[in-house]
């Protein structure tokens, strides 16, 4: 069984910047495709980016050009480089993942890391 753990939240100013990571455990080696999914108060869940094992990428309308998803296959951990925060960046982020087995839908999905943009 596969288990994901986001870091790197944390409080930054308007403009800052953060790298999130999620490292995932045990069987890594079933996962197809890893996302972030971000949630703020009051909305609904809204995708952020994905990146597939062999280096594919897709971002959100929202956030295209200021973010970067990417992936150290070797660590199995992904990373979401965020610039140029706004306030309306403030939100849950989730790692999400698909696995072979069930690759039509995120079955793993981990706590969730804080990102709060002051103004």
């Known amino acids: 069984q596969v288990q994901l753990v986001e870091s790197g939240g944390g409080l930054v100013q308007v403009g800052g910047s953060l790298r999130l990571s999620c490292a995932a455990s045990g069987r890594s080696f079933s996962i197809y495709l890893m996302a972030w999914f971000r949630q703020a108060p009051g909305k609904e869940r809204e995708f952020v980016a994905h990146?597939?094992?062999?280096?594919?990428?897709d971002y959100g309308a929202s956030v295209k050009g200021r973010f970067t998803i990417s992936r150290e296959n070797a660590k199995n951990t992904m990373y979401l480089q965020i610039n140029s925060l706004q306030p309306e960046d403030t939100a849950i982020y989730y790692c999400?993942?698909?696995?072979?087995?069930?690759?039509?839908?995120?079955?793993?999905w981990g706590q969730g890391t804080q990102v709060t943009v002051s103004s």
């Open positions: 990146i597939t094992r062999s280096g594919g990428t």
């Open positions: 999400v993942a698909k696995t072979y087995s069930s690759a039509s839908t995120y079955s793993l």
